[in-house]
């Protein structure tokens, strides 16, 4: 028989890893309600226009990562390699900037998928959390996000995070840059990669991605954005730090930060974290302000900002930083039962417990004492209970710590309220 592989830059993720997957997403979802943010989800497939349009026909999520195909109608699919455009589609076809109020904060997560080269912390099908906030230009809205993103980091327990922060101006300025960009590349542009090439003609701010090394030997001395921010980019750019500075929020601002999606514009931002033994998996969250996305979409012009974190990065990277806190799989209790005459009784005890709430478990093939809390260590129970022939009779169970090897008798009729007070205590 045949033994099947994960397909490349996918992976398979189970107990432990899978569990704190879904911790740090669900702590992330909570983090954002509390910051007034609506659940959404969205098709996993669109049409391919609508992320080619969103994020630039020039980018290198639509020139060489979206997974694209014909469907069975001969209409183009791509598997979304972000949420940010999907949002804002939703948004059109339900009319929520008719029928909610503005802005509207909106949360999501779920898988994503980008035909990337694989390598530590960049998968083909990857999951982001993000947020997007539709609806308002306010400093206040670019500032409450990016204090949101940076807290949540610091809630999950990264101790200390790396924002950098840059404006791209609003389309004047950016529009000036270009210009400047086209006027420095034109003389060397022949020398350079046939992408960039290609990025000079139709937009000149993606040669700053490229990631060939002698390219970027070139794009090192290129002019900066900050140059070409007229007054009122400037003027807004500030109010963000202003706010950001109020609220203890600590960033660096790199003026070579452009970020590679087309609908950004004004304050662009990315968080990095690297660990004390040097880990670096890139960025592990990133987002901007942008103004167009809506109305390109076919709704209304509306001034947003959002990001996404990825949450493959964050979940390695608190394996490596805390591994103490890093959950365990664990059962509250398993249950040792001794002999056939009370497997039913045991069984019983059991669904009792996970009814009051307990995370219990028990064997159901007859096992000797010692194998029973073999398995029960293995599973990393915190209690044994013990459950004979004297115990049924006597309606009294052996309640075991696993952790501190103490045994107390516990009645039938106590053993939820005690289970209660021990668990608690335990934590
Ligand atoms: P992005 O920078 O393309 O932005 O992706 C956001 C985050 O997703 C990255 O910082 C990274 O942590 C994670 N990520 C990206 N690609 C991969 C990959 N191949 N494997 C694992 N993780 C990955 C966006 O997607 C924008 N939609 C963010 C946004 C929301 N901007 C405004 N609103």
Not at 227 to 249: A, P, R
Not at 274 to 282: A, F, Q, R, V
Request: overall charge negative.
């Amino acid at each position: 028989m045949p033994i099947y592989q994960p397909q490349r830059g996918t992976y398979d993720a189970f107990y432990e890893d899978q569990e704190n997957i879904e911790k740090i997403a669900s702590l992330l979802k909570q983090i954002a309600s509390i910051y007034g943010y609506n659940p959404i989800s969205v098709p996993v497939y669109e049409t391919t226009e609508l992320f080619a349009r969103s994020a630039g026909e020039s980018s290198d999520i639509v020139t060489k990562e979206m997974f694209t195909f014909l469907d069975k109608g001969g209409r183009s699919i791509t598997l979304r390699p972000e949420w940010t455009a999907g949002v804002m589609r939703a948004i059109v076809t339900n009319k929520l900037y008719a029928t909610k109020d503005l802005p509207l904060k909106l949360s999501y997560y779920g898988p994503t998928f980008r035909y990337e080269r694989p390598q530590a912390g960049r998968y083909r099908q990857f999951n982001q959390m993000g947020v997007e906030n539709v609806g308002v230009s306010s400093p206040y809205s670019d500032a409450e996000t990016i204090t949101l993103g940076y807290n949540s980091l610091k809630m999950i327990g990264f101790s200390h995070v790396i924002l950098k922060i840059n404006s791209i101006g609003d389309e004047e300025s950016r529009n000036a840059y270009k210009e400047a960009l086209k006027e420095y590349f034109s003389s060397k542009i022949d020398t350079m990669c046939p992408d960039c090439q290609r990025r000079y003609k139709i937009n000149p701010l993606r040669i700053l991605d490229c990631k060939d090394k002698d390219d970027q030997e070139i794009i090192k001395d290129a002019p900066k954005m900050g140059d070409f921010l007229n007054e009122n980019s400037k003027k807004y750019f500030q109010e963000i730090l202003t706010l950001l500075d109020n609220q203890g929020v600590e960033y660096e601002i790199d003026d070579s930060l452009v970020r590679g999606l087309d609908y950004y514009s004004h304050v662009v931002f990315e968080f990095h974290f690297i660990s004390k033994e040097g880990t670096n998996l890139g960025a592990i969250g990133a987002g901007g302000h942008y103004d167009n996305l809506v109305e390109e979409v076919g709704g209304p012009k509306l001034s947003s900002v959002g990001f996404a974190f990825g949450i493959e990065r964050l979940n390695t990277l608190l394996k490596e930083i805390s591994p103490e806190t890093y959950s365990k799989c664990f059962l509250d209790v398993f249950v040792v039962w001794l002999g056939k005459d009370v497997e039913s009784y045991a069984y019983d005890t059991l669904q009792n417990l996970r009814l009051n709430g307990f995370k219990a478990d028990m064997n159901f093939e007859e096992k000797s004492f010692k194998s029973q809390i073999k398995i029960a260590l293995r599973k990393q129970a915190k209690f044994i209970l013990i459950i004979g022939e004297d115990e049924v009779k006597n309606n009294a169970f052996g309640l075991k710590n696993l952790l501190n090897q103490e045994q107390i008798t516990v009645t039938k009729d106590e053993l939820i309220t005690k289970l209660d007070e021990l668990c608690i205590e335990e934590e």
